[in-house]
């Protein structure tokens, strides 16, 4: 079998099974774990899977730029702030992350409710500029991949913060990896945004559920709730919902 043919069936195992075990592919189509092993590497390399001990996960296409994740499934984000917008409650204060799928938020946010926000992130903050929410920003080094800020001095500021909910952005939501980001220094600010929250709820849109990215966030057990819109549905959610996660969807 031919590399290129080897890489498209890793890639579909990848969607069909969420792992790939290098050993036991290896021995499926007869070849050695190192011709596996270098495809896995090569997958990687391209953002199309991510390495793990013993195979691989699939990877989440939520680590493009900030730009590029505007076209990354809008429906599904588009459903999920609509649920996401109705956690922000009158009187409320609420952490909201960063993001084209916080972005969302705000934009299915009535601009008449009477709330407090604190965000990190400067474009969701100019997006609030016209609702009658009491808006906090935190400063600190712009991560611009994001649109946050990130840093020492930024994760320094959230501890002065409390807040009811914190409505967190991630790039993966997977079974047992639990909830991942793509970098490490954005990955703490948002563990110290939650710890600085009553509840916190993921915003998984379709193209996070099921996937990894490399650094963990927190793990699924340490949230309230994943919002997630009404079309997802597979494997991960089955399993999420089997460990007694809380999912929140659309009404019908």
């Known amino acids: 079998m031919l590399a290129a043919a080897r890489k498209a069936l890793i890639l579909d195992r990848l969607r069909a099974d969420g792992r790939i ?7 499926e189509l007869g070849l050695s774990e190192d011709s596996i092993r270098r495809d896995l590497r090569e997958l990687d390399a391209a953002g ?12 989440s296409p939520a680590v493009v730029d900030y730009g590029g994740r505007r076209s990354v499934a809008p429906e599904s984000k588009t459903a999920v702030a609509a649920v996401a917008a109705s956690l922000i409650e009158p009187g409320s204060t609420v952490i909201l992350d960063g993001g084209t799928t916080a972005l969302a938020v705000v934009q299915a946010l009535d601009p008449a409710r009477s709330c407090t926000i604190i965000t990190h992130s400067p ?16 400063g600190g080094r712009l991560f611009k991949h994001s649109a946050v800020a ?5 994760v320094e500021a959230a501890q002065s913060i409390s807040a009811d909910r914190f409505l967190l952005g991630v790039t993966g939501v997977h079974e047992t990896e639990g909830l991942t980001t793509g970098d490490a220094d ?6 110290a945004l939650a710890s600085r929250a009553a509840e916190t709820f993921v ?5 996070k559920i099921g996937a990894v990215s490399r650094y963990r966030v927190l793990g699924v057990d340490q949230v309230a709730g994943i919002v997630t819109d009404g079309s997802t549905r597979g494997a991960t959610l089955d399993e999420l919902e089997r460990r007694g996660a809380r999912i929140l969807r659309p009404s019908a």
């Not at 199309?48 to 990877?59: E, F, Q, S, T």
């Not at 969701?124 to 935190?138: D, Q, R, S, W």
């Not at 954005?186 to 563990?191: G, I």
């Open 150 to 154: 990130s840093g020492a001095a930024a």
């Open 123 to 138: 474009t969701v903050a100019a997006a609030l500029l016209g609702h009658a929410a009491e808006v906090i920003v935190l």
């Open 21 to 27: 075990v290098a050993k036991e592919l290896a021995v």
């Open 203 to 207: 915003l998984g849109s379709a193209e």
């Open 186 to 191: 954005e990955a703490a600010m948002k563990r």
């Open 48 to 59: 199309l899977a991510l390495r793990v001990y013993g195979g691989a996960l699939p990877a």
